[in-house]
C-alpha cells in the first residue's frame, strides 16, 4: 500500500512540476556549476543488487544497509575528480543520512551534511512524503549563499522533485524557483559526459 501511496504521489509531482528545458551542452552546464545558484540533484553512486534495504535495516548502521559497491566508491571518487578539474568547488554537500549517500559526498567531496529532508522517502506514506518536500523546498528558498550546492539522495525523491530519473551516480542540474526546482540539465561526471533535460 505504501509503495503505491508513493508511486501515486510521484506521478503527481510529475505532472505537476516536470519541466522540458532547452538543450544545453556540457561546457555551458560546467559554466553554470562555476558561475554558481545552482543546486546539483545527485542520486548516489552505484550499490550492492537490491531494492530499498535489508530487513532489519537501523539508519545509523551501516552494516545493516544497502551500501555502494567497489565499481560506486570508484564511481563517486571520479565525480569529485571532475569536479576538481573544471574549478567547480561546492559551497556545501547535504546528503542523505542513508550511508550509500554519505559515503558518495564524502567520497566525491570530502564533505557531507547529513540532511533528514534528503532521507529516503521509499517506505514513506503521502503525508510524510510531502513534508518532507515542502521542508526541503523551504531550505532551498531560505539558502542565501550563491555556490553550487550539492544534494545526495535516492531515485525516488528525485523523481517527486523533478519527475526525472537518474542513473545510480548521475545529476540533475536545477535553478530552485518558489514553488519548484528547474531543470536545466542533466550531467554524468563519471565519464564527462552532460546531456539536455529534455529528451
Given amino acids: 500500500m505504501r509503495r503505491r501511496t508513493v508511486f501515486?504521489?510521484?506521478l503527481f509531482f510529475w505532472t505537476a512540476h516536470a519541466v522540458h528545458a532547452a538543450s544545453v551542452d556540457e561546457g555551458t552546464l560546467w559554466q553554470r556549476l562555476r558561475a554558481g545558484e545552482?543546486?546539483?540533484l545527485m542520486r548516489h553512486a552505484a550499490t550492492t543488487p537490491g531494492i530499498g534495504d535489508p530487513p532489519g535495516f537501523e539508519l545509523g548502521k551501516c552494516a545493516t544497509q544497502r551500501n555502494l559497491s567497489e565499481a560506486g566508491r570508484r564511481d563517486a571518487r571520479a565525480i569529485g575528480a571532475a569536479f576538481r578539474q573544471r574549478?567547480?568547488?561546492p559551497g556545501a554537500v547535504w546528503s542523505s543520512r542513508w550511508c550509500r549517500c554519505l559515503d558518495t559526498a564524502r567520497l566525491a567531496f570530502d564533505q557531507a551534511k547529513p540532511e533528514p529532508t534528503l532521507d529516503s522517502m521509499f517506505n514513506d506514506d503521502d503525508a510524510a512524503s510531502r513534508a518532507k518536500l515542502r521542508e526541503l523546498r523551504a531550505k532551498l528558498a531560505?539558502?542565501?549563499e550563491t555556490s553550487p550546492l550539492v544534494?545526495?539522495?535516492?531515485?525516488?525523491?528525485?523523481r517527486a522533485l523533478t519527475g526525472e530519473y537518474l542513473a545510480q551516480g548521475e545529476m540533475l542540474l536545477a535553478v530552485p524557483r518558489s514553488d519548484r526546482l528547474e531543470v536545466i540539465g542533466r550531467l554524468d561526471a563519471r565519464a564527462g559526459v552532460?546531456?539536455?533535460a529534455a529528451r
Fill in 8 to 10: 501515486c504521489l510521484l
Fill in 194 to 196: 552532460a546531456r539536455s
Fill in 151 to 158: 544534494l545526495v539522495t535516492h531515485d525516488v525523491n528525485i
Fill in 142 to 144: 531560505a539558502r542565501r
Fill in 38 to 40: 545552482v543546486v546539483v
Fill in 87 to 89: 574549478g567547480v568547488h
